[in-house]
């Protein structure tokens, strides 16, 4: 019997929590149920961590004036560049990972193939895609997965049918911290004994609320304790604002925004006392499971997924965006008023480790 041939969508190959997402499936899927081939749109550092049964290509969206002219006289290079491609793969699924590419869609009918559509976004990013598109993805897929029950829901709702949960996953076998690395870092950051560390992860947007960080400073105002955000900062107005504002802030409170940080990840994360969550809109975000998985209490804003993770001894969700109650919650833990059991958020994460969730994936795939 033939194995089906899945040929994956993804927009940039990068660290971004969908996309990590397939990388760990590309790595662990059970190679006699199946074959698989990965697009990306971007020339993205995941296409090298790839395993080498993988066939890998980079389709560029930046077009040069010869690929312009053939657009008006013909068509759309990407379309072209997608064609070659299954020409090449003979896929039977295409899967496309996020709701970003519409363009794949159209191809997708001239070939016949299944598609899934894997959803990582809620309502709020649902606005990157025009109506007509949207619609496209909706009505033209198989297969619809959610990665949290709040997505599916949001799903259910613009119409969709044929929809499967799956939540998102971590690999767990690659989580792991340096203690004396950890040490080091706490030095460099003016960390003394018996300091409060937070930490938090995601891009210096809006959607996961980074505006809020100075606010929560400012509510802390102590020298004892110190927030970390990791990760990109946008190139935008906000961006700007947020840090300047966190520079000329009157709190004795220490902000540290460290930027990426790939190779001392989760060395950031071993060395804080807790995890803040405060996305204003965030489906099932990995860092929350990596957090739970290196023992870290979660305080965060009822965002999205994460009432679904969360559970009692884990920390506390905040309701309405309410920095006040957030900021108790955080200030109710380290005083001893709310109690915490690492053990239980490191066996809530390893629940959603890749060697159970892989298994779950073909299910849903083999049902398809």
Not at 3 to 31: Q, V
Not at 307 to 321: D, P, V
């Amino acid at each position: 019997m033939k194995k089906p041939k899945i040929l994956f969508f993804t927009p940039l190959a990068g660290r971004t929590g969908s996309e990590m997402m397939i990388g760990y499936i590309l790595n662990h899927f059970d190679r006699s149920r199946f074959q698989a081939s990965i697009v990306s749109f971007s020339d993205g550092e995941l296409l090298k961590e790839l395993p080498s049964d993988v066939n890998t290509y980079f389709v560029t969206r930046n077009f040069s004036l010869k690929d312009k002219i053939m657009y008006r006289l013909y068509e759309n290079p990407v379309y072209t560049s997608i064609k070659k491609i299954q020409a090449i793969e003979q896929a039977d699924i295409w899967y496309v990972n996020t709701i970003t590419l519409p363009e794949v869609y159209d191809v997708a009918k001239q070939f016949g193939v299944q598609i899934v559509t894997h959803f990582h976004e809620l309502p709020q990013s649902f606005i990157t895609l025009r109506k007509k598109d949207f619609k496209t993805v909706i009505e033209d897929s198989n297969l619809l997965i959610g990665c949290a029950e709040v997505v599916c829901e949001a799903i259910k709702d613009a119409g969709g049918e044929n929809i499967k949960l799956l939540y998102e996953t971590i690999d767990t076998s690659i989580i792991a911290s340096n203690s004396e690395r950890c040490d080091i870092l706490k030095a460099q950051l003016g960390i003394q004994e018996g300091d409060t560390v937070w930490v938090m992860s995601g891009t210096t947007d809006a959607r996961k609320g980074f505006d809020f960080l100075p606010e929560i400073a400012k509510r802390l105002d102590s020298p004892t304790h110190h927030l970390i955000w990791l990760g990109r900062s946008i190139d935008n107005g906000l961006s700007y604002f947020v840090e300047q504002k966190c520079q000329n802030l009157t709190t004795s409170t220490k902000i540290h925004l460290l930027g990426p940080q790939k190779e001392d990840y989760y060395n950031y994360l071993s060395l804080a006392n807790a995890f803040l969550l405060l996305s204003r809109e965030d489906p099932f975000p990995l860092v929350m499971l990596e957090a739970a998985y290196l023992g870290k209490p979660i305080f965060a804003f009822q965002s999205g997924g994460v009432s679904e993770f969360m559970q009692e001894g884990m920390g506390k969700i905040a309701k309405n965006f309410n920095v006040d109650e957030l900021v108790d919650n955080m200030i109710a833990w380290q005083n001893g008023q709310l109690l915490t059991d690492t053990n239980i958020s490191i066996k809530r994460a390893m629940e959603f480790d890749i060697s159970i969730q892989a298994e779950k994936w073909q299910e849903i795939m083999l049902g398809l």
